[in-house]
């Protein structure tokens, strides 16, 4: 029996030109580092940013209960973030189109697609690999939300549970933004060209929403810095700086 599949042949890992190590596979993907760039170096500065948090406003805290609950918030966080990355690997594979490789830096994934408009790939197939991240959060909250109510005020079991629900809760929300580089930027794209828009038409549809999303977010950082929400005011507005920089074309999702 013929058919008119064309084996799908894969670019060099990263690049030509770059040395790196592959340490294995996940989802078909393969795992690679480069040089000493693998170094944990987030997990290691997100553990002492954890540890201080764990006791401000808890002064009976010991220096080592802080340490311990620091690790265990830094592991929720992190992995919710590690989680999210690998769902994304998990729903380019269900689709038969895997990442082309998934790079360690510093500790956290980066997922590479040699080329973000591959004619191989179908936009549905776009559209479910760039969902998994957020579907995997989505699923991810309720359960944190449970743990929660089930853990005493200023425990160390509600500090390590709010970090579950704070970061799945940001990840689905930022993720879905349509912005280029995140989840949904890629996710409005190719819904517009299964519905008949060419790429071109639909990149300049996203641009055009990322300008009105710029707004958005800049209206939101303003409000929040005024309510002293610093860190929720901070993120609103470094995000509204990219989005008017994809709506303006001075960034482009390469």
């Known amino acids: ?52 948090l764990a006791g401000k406003g808890k002064p009976t805290r010991s220096w080592d209960e802080r340490i311990g609950v620091g690790a265990l918030t830094t592991t929720v966080i992190l992995g919710s973030e590690w989680c999210h990355n690998l769902a994304h690997a998990a729903a380019a594979k269900l689709v038969g189109r895997p990442v082309d490789s998934i790079r360690i830096t510093w500790g956290m994934p980066l ?45 160390p079991a509600r500090d390590v549970a709010q970090a579950g629900v704070n970061m799945n809760t940001f990840l689905v929300t930022v993720s879905l933004l349509a912005i280029a580089g995140i989840d949904g930027g890629p996710i409005l794209k190719w819904s517009l060209v299964d519905r008949g828009h060419s790429q071109e038409e639909a990149d300049e549809i996203v641009k055009k929403v990322n300008l009105a999303t710029g707004v958005g977010l800049g209206a939101v950082s303003a409000i929040s810095l005024k309510k002293k929400k610093t860190f929720i005011g901070v993120v609103s507005g470094l995000l509204s700086l990219v989005a008017f920089a994809v709506g303006t074309g001075i960034f482009k999702e390469q």
Request: proline share 10%; aromatic share 8%; no cysteine.
């Open 1 to 52: 029996m013929s058919t008119n599949k064309k084996p799908v042949t894969k670019m060099p890992i990263v690049s030509p030109d770059e040395d790196v190590t592959t340490v294995g596979s996940v989802f078909d993907a393969p795992l690679v580092v480069k040089g000493n760039t693998w170094l944990p170096l987030v997990q290691i500065v997100l553990w002492g940013i954890m540890s201080y």
């Open 111 to 155: 997922l590479v697609y040699f080329d973000i408009n591959d004619p191989t790939v179908t936009p549905r197939q776009h559209i479910v690999r760039s969902l998994g991240g957020p579907l995997f959060n989505l699923a991810v909250l309720p359960l944190a939300l449970l743990a929660k109510s089930l853990t005493r005020p200023n425990s």
